[in-house]
């Protein structure tokens, strides 16, 4: 997937071969439960989101910007 920002920056989230969906989806359910509904701030929204992409590329995701 590849999103280009208003900033005119590409943003791209790829999946690779063994890409674990069932195991990346129970990651994203425990996080989203424990992080997304305490994003009081944008800050603190956008470090649970690097925190969420982190995670996942342990199930075969990688994610880049440039």
Do not use: C, P, W
């Amino acid at each position: 997937m590849v999103a280009v920002g208003h900033n005119g920056k590409v943003y791209v989230l790829e999946k690779y071969e063994g890409f674990n969906y069932a195991a990346a989806k129970d990651f994203y359910d425990n996080f989203a439960e424990q992080y997304l509904n305490r994003a009081d701030s944008v800050e603190t929204y956008l470090a649970s989101m690097e925190e969420l992409i982190k995670g996942v590329e342990q199930y075969g995701a990688s994610y880049y910007s440039g």
